[in-house]
């Protein structure tokens, strides 16, 4: 009979969780360098470029590989024949192991959690509480799968209770295209079917735990129904045309993960939650013996890829231009910002919104700026900033309006824009531009200095002002209200089909 030591636990969670926030699974690295090798879209590869080269400096320098460092999941399986020692319940020990990870003065990771969900939605400061799944096992181990989950990926869940005779991929090929590129691709999609709605989702989360074999399968073929099916989406997600960062290409997802459960003959629920480029989890099993042993990949794993500006980016010094120089980017240009952006997301938008309402004065003007949307990572060592890589900004579009009508140039964030927004941001002839989610160490070495400007009681949401040097982002939007995430995966999705044909 298994003695876990209370203290043992609590380090092994606090340990897993500083190794996910700074090395990918290998597993994961390999894909994408494949991905890289076979991708023919210029914007695409030089995403998966940044990607592979921040993930490299991550590893090397132990910070995160994106600034949101996620919610905390764990799925816990208890040998009936194990012991815990002292009084501590197994999610306050799960807890305290987050709490550690997360305030750990050499590797500060961004706390997210906000407790009061539907109200107050105030900053829990050490990223608890965790999500925490506990099932009881035969035998006397302990074992742990747990993962750090961005918002981004997460809030592209999706759930259908389909009927019994509907078919599970039309659902999914019209609702892929739906979920936009806020979930980072190129990642996982994890499937789950089957069971109850709630079953189905944690299925679908359970799943992601998984490591990438796609290939493998193809080469020796499927053995069973759920191995064709995750065949088949792999194969029609990807020629979708959606790319990295949808920006258009032919890696989408490096993998299609499915777990499935008996359900009720008149159900057939199904589930979706995607895995961003910050794929992030670890497995490892407790036995009594002592902490959990992690061992780091191997450098030899990383492929020869060292990005590097395009030689035909465009330097824009942000002090001198002017909003008739930015009615010339095209979409699909490739620019390097200098000078000073401030920053601004969900919570300093909400705010700025009710002053404004109140007829209140701002506290910051935003008269021919750039406002980026980023919550960054608090900064250790000699940095001017932790990894500061961008956040979905669909989330703000139903704030454009009233943004660029305070004299913005435009905005910076990842993903595409909602028709809404691309309406204002042409109406107002403003620009949207791109930063390349999962690179967020990468582009936190742009940022120079760093100081906060207002609402510095919101913490990573406060607004801040950075002084950047060669900054790279794509122009993503242009004055004339054209994305490149609607005419790039198009493009693809058209060339798929007919290198296909």
């Given at each position: 009979m298994?003695?876990?030591?209370t203290?043992?636990f609590?380090e092994?969670?606090?340990?897993?969780?500083?190794y996910?926030?700074y090395y990918?699974?290998?597993d994961?690295?390999?894909?994408?360098?494949?991905?890289?090798?076979?991708e023919?879209a210029?914007a695409a590869?030089?995403?998966?470029?940044?990607?592979l080269?921040?993930?490299?400096?991550?590893?090397?320098?132990k910070?995160?590989?994106?600034q949101?460092?996620?919610?905390?999941?764990?799925f816990?399986?208890?040998g009936?024949?194990a012991?815990?020692?002292?009084?501590?319940?197994?999610?306050?020990m799960v807890?305290e192991?987050?709490r550690r990870?997360?305030?750990?003065?050499d590797?500060?990771l961004?706390?997210?959690i906000?407790?009061d969900?539907?109200?107050?939605?105030?900053?829990t400061k050490d990223n608890?509480?965790a999500?925490?799944h506990?099932?009881?096992v035969?035998g006397?181990k302990?074992?742990v799968?747990i993962?750090a989950?961005?918002?981004?990926?997460?809030n592209?869940?999706q759930l259908a209770m389909l009927n019994p005779n509907?078919?599970?991929v039309?659902?999914?090929m019209?609702?892929?295209?739906?979920?936009?590129?806020g979930?980072?691709?190129p990642?996982m999609?994890?499937?789950?079917i089957?069971g109850?709605?709630?079953?189905?989702m944690l299925l679908?989360?359970?799943?992601?735990?998984q490591?990438?074999?796609?290939?493998?399968?193809q080469?020796?073929g499927?053995?069973?129904?759920?191995?064709?099916?995750?065949?088949?989406?792999?194969?029609?997600?990807?020629?979708?045309g959606?790319g990295?960062q949808?920006?258009g290409?032919l890696?989408?997802v490096l993998?299609v993960?499915?777990?499935?459960?008996?359900t009720?003959?008149a159900?057939?629920p199904?589930?979706i939650i995607?895995?961003?480029?910050a794929t992030r989890?670890?497995?490892?099993t407790?036995?009594?013996?002592?902490?959990?042993?992690?061992?780091?990949?191997?450098?030899d794993?990383?492929p020869?890829?060292?990005?590097?500006?395009?030689?035909?980016?465009k330097?824009v010094n942000?002090e001198t231009?002017t909003?008739?120089?930015t009615?010339n980017?095209k979409?699909?240009d490739t620019?390097?910002?200098t000078g000073k952006?401030?920053?601004?997301r969900d919570?300093a938008?909400k705010?700025i919104?009710?002053?404004?309402?109140?007829g209140e004065?701002l506290?910051?003007d935003f008269?021919n700026?750039?406002?980026y949307y980023?919550g960054?990572v608090?900064?250790?060592?000699?940095?001017?900033?932790?990894?500061?890589?961008?956040?979905?900004a669909?989330?703000m579009d139903s704030?454009t309006d009233?943004m660029?009508?305070t004299?913005l140039?435009?905005?910076?964030g990842?993903?595409?824009r909602?028709e809404e927004?691309l309406?204002?941001?042409?109406r107002?002839q403003s620009v949207?531009?791109?930063?390349v989610?999962g690179?967020?160490y990468?582009?936190?070495k742009?940022?120079?200095?760093s100081?906060?400007l207002?609402?510095e009681?919101?913490?990573?949401e406060?607004?801040y002002?950075f002084?950047v040097?060669?900054?790279?982002?794509?122009?993503?939007?242009s004055?004339?209200?054209?994305s490149?995430?609607?005419?790039g995966p198009?493009h693809?999705?058209?060339?798929?089909?007919?290198h296909a044909v």
């Amino acid at each position: 009979m298994a003695l876990i030591k209370t203290q043992d636990f609590i380090e092994s969670i606090a340990d897993a969780l500083q190794y996910i926030s700074y090395y990918h699974p290998e597993d994961y690295i390999r894909a994408l360098a494949a991905a890289y090798e076979k991708e023919e879209a210029p914007a695409a590869k030089d995403a998966i470029a940044q990607i592979l080269t921040n993930s490299r400096m991550c590893a090397e320098g132990k910070r995160p590989l994106c600034q949101d460092t996620g919610i905390v999941v764990a799925f816990v399986k208890v040998g009936m024949q194990a012991r815990f020692e002292g009084d501590m319940t197994l999610e306050e020990m799960v807890n305290e192991g987050v709490r550690r990870a997360y305030l750990h003065p050499d590797n500060t990771l961004r706390a997210s959690i906000v407790n009061d969900p539907a109200g107050a939605r105030k900053n829990t400061k050490d990223n608890t509480p965790a999500i925490t799944h506990v099932e009881m096992v035969a035998g006397d181990k302990v074992d742990v799968q747990i993962a750090a989950k961005g918002g981004g990926s997460e809030n592209k869940s999706q759930l259908a209770m389909l009927n019994p005779n509907d078919s599970i991929v039309d659902w999914v090929m019209e609702v892929v295209p739906k979920m936009g590129a806020g979930w980072c691709p190129p990642g996982m999609l994890g499937v789950g079917i089957g069971g109850s709605a709630e079953k189905a989702m944690l299925l679908a989360k359970e799943s992601l735990m998984q490591s990438i074999d796609i290939q493998e399968l193809q080469a020796r073929g499927a053995q069973n129904k759920i191995e064709e099916l995750r065949l088949e989406l792999y194969e029609k997600v990807n020629q979708l045309g959606i790319g990295a960062q949808g920006l258009g290409g032919l890696t989408t997802v490096l993998d299609v993960k499915i777990l499935d459960h008996p359900t009720h003959a008149a159900s057939l629920p199904v589930a979706i939650i995607p895995n961003c480029a910050a794929t992030r989890h670890v497995h490892f099993t407790l036995d009594g013996s002592g902490v959990a042993e992690l061992t780091p990949p191997s450098p030899d794993i990383y492929p020869d890829v060292h990005w590097a500006p395009s030689p035909q980016a465009k330097r824009v010094n942000l002090e001198t231009v002017t909003r008739a120089e930015t009615h010339n980017w095209k979409t699909g240009d490739t620019l390097l910002l200098t000078g000073k952006i401030m920053t601004g997301r969900d919570a300093a938008h909400k705010r700025i919104k009710t002053m404004l309402d109140r007829g209140e004065s701002l506290p910051v003007d935003f008269s021919n700026r750039f406002i980026y949307y980023v919550g960054p990572v608090d900064a250790v060592r000699d940095e001017a900033v932790g990894p500061a890589g961008p956040t979905t900004a669909t989330r703000m579009d139903s704030y454009t309006d009233m943004m660029l009508s305070t004299g913005l140039l435009g905005s910076i964030g990842k993903a595409e824009r909602g028709e809404e927004a691309l309406v204002e941001i042409a109406r107002h002839q403003s620009v949207y531009l791109m930063a390349v989610g999962g690179a967020a160490y990468l582009v936190s070495k742009a940022i120079k200095k760093s100081r906060v400007l207002a609402f510095e009681d919101l913490g990573m949401e406060a607004i801040y002002e950075f002084d950047v040097v060669d900054m790279p982002v794509t122009v993503a939007v242009s004055a004339s209200g054209e994305s490149v995430h609607t005419i790039g995966p198009a493009h693809w999705k058209k060339k798929i089909a007919l290198h296909a044909v």
